[in-house]
C-alpha cells in the first residue's frame, strides 16, 4: 500500500522559511514524476514546483510565483522530497500537496500540509 506523507507546514512570518518534506512508503519517489502544489482558500489547487523522475532526467520546474524563492529537491536514499520556501510572503499560505505521478493509473497524493504566513 502506498502512504504519502508530507510535513513541515507551520505558521511563519513574513519573510520567513519554511522546509516540507514529502515522505513515501511503498513506493519509490525516484521513479515518479512529483510535484508540490498548493491549494489556498477558495482558489483551485495549484502546482508549485515539479522534479521529473530519474529515468527522465531530474529536471525542475518552478510556477512563477516560486522561481527565485522556492527549491525543489529529492533524496532518493531517504524517498524523500522537499521543497524548501524561503521569503514567504502571506500569499503563500496554503495547504501544500506532495504528489507522485507513475502514469495515469498510479497517481498518488498526499493529505497535505498547512502553511500559513503572517503579515
Known amino acids: 500500500q502506498v502512504q504519502v506523507v508530507e510535513s513541515g507546514g507551520g505558521l511563519v512570518e513574513f519573510g520567513g522559511s519554511l522546509r516540507l518534506s514529502c515522505a513515501a512508503a511503498?513506493?519509490?519517489?525516484?521513479?515518479?514524476?512529483a510535484a508540490w502544489y498548493r491549494q489556498a482558500p477558495g482558489n483551485q489547487r495549484e502546482l508549485v514546483a515539479s522534479?521529473?523522475?530519474?529515468?527522465?532526467?531530474?529536471?525542475?520546474n518552478y510556477a512563477q510565483f516560486a522561481e527565485g524563492r522556492f527549491t525543489i529537491s529529492r533524496d532518493n536514499a531517504e524517498n524523500t522530497m522537499y521543497l524548501q520556501m524561503n521569503s514567504l510572503k502571506p500569499e503563500d499560505t496554503a495547504v501544500y500537496y506532495c504528489?507522485?505521478?507513475?502514469?495515469?493509473?498510479?497517481?498518488?497524493w498526499g493529505h497535505g500540509t498547512q502553511d500559513t504566513v503572517s503579515s
Open positions: 504528489n507522485l505521478h507513475y502514469s495515469s493509473q498510479y497517481n498518488f
Open positions: 511503498g513506493t519509490r519517489i525516484s521513479v515518479a514524476d
Open positions: 522534479i521529473a523522475s530519474i529515468t527522465s532526467g531530474g529536471d525542475t
